[in-house]
């Protein structure tokens, strides 16, 4: 019980520093609104190749997957601000679980991927997208557990660089073949065979392929369930380094 009081404590001063400056929800979900604008369109003329009826229906599943991930990921820049600012230590000295220190900022992390989510889908249904209800529930949670692991990662990796000028590159070289192999912008199906043998090794791209077919009608079939599976399991992972790094005695 006191864990999730802290939790709610933490969660509770995030979300007012937050609501200060809502235009960063708006911010964070241009760059994939952006996409749906001005790429999807070109898709049209391809969408049959891809074995696809609908480009937004194809599109959107992986931009939501690259709003979670992309996103999550910048919010450690805010906690290395705030271990600067003498924060995290004041946080520390108190009785507050450390854990909870943690949890607290991955609540307001995952709250703000939710409605940039819901926002995407939205544009996404204004657009033409023609998806079911029940598919975009499911590609939303597992959107929601992807991006709640990329945030407990870029919280645990915020806290052991402790500078954006090492942050910064790190996120920015990571990123790039993520969103290329991944299969957000197009299927690996059109590249070539060594290409997608090594998009095999990249866990996001059963995520995308999971919730892009959860998005197509079939919600519970293998590839849903793989792409589940990978979340759940990255979403344990980064919970458990961001964990470790908080409790930590120096951070």
């Known amino acids: 019980m006191r ?19 809502p235009a ?17 369109p070109l898709l049209e003329p391809m969408t049959a190749q891809f074995g696809a009826v ?21 919010a450690g820049f805010g906690l290395i601000a705030e271990w600067r600012e003498g924060v995290i230590e004041a946080e520390r000295v108190t009785p507050a679980n450390r854990t909870a220190l943690l949890f607290g900022r991955l609540m307001r992390d995952v709250l703000q991927i939710f ?26 949670l597992i ?13 645990a ?3 052991t660089a402790k500078s954006e000028n090492v942050m910064a590159p790190l996120t920015n070289m990571l990123m790039m073949p993520v969103l290329l192999l991944s299969g957000i912008l197009l299927p690996m199906t059109i590249g070539p065979d060594w290409l997608q043998r090594v998009s095999d090794f990249m866990p996001t791209r059963y995520i995308v ?3 892009r077919g959860a998005f197509g009608g079939t919600a519970f079939d293998s590839t849903t369930l793989w ?21 930590k005695e120096n951070a």
């Not at 929800?25 to 609104?33: D, H, N, T, Y």
């Not at 599943?61 to 910048?74: E, K, S, Y």
């Not at 940039?116 to 975009?136: C, E, H, K, N, R």
């Open 3 to 21: 864990f999730f009081q802290d939790s709610f404590i933490i969660f509770r001063r995030q979300m007012r520093i937050n609501l200060r400056n």
């Open 24 to 40: 960063w929800v708006l911010i964070g979900v241009m760059q994939p609104v952006l996409y749906l604008v001005l790429f999807a």
């Open 54 to 74: 609908n480009a937004y229906t194809f599109f959107v599943p992986g931009l939501l997957v690259q709003l979670g991930l992309f996103g999550a990921l910048f």
């Open 115 to 140: 409605v940039q989510a819901l926002i995407l889908v939205g544009l996404g249904y204004a657009f033409g997208m023609d998806a079911p209800i029940l598919g975009v529930v499911l590609g939303i």
């Open 143 to 155: 959107t929601l557990l992807t991006g709640a692991a990329a945030a407990g990662a870029s919280n």
């Open 157 to 159: 990796l915020a806290l």
């Open 209 to 211: 392929d999971g919730v």
């Open 227 to 247: 792409a589940l599976l990978w979340a759940a399991a990255m979403f344990i992972a980064g919970i458990a380094w961001g964990t470790h790094v908080f409790r």
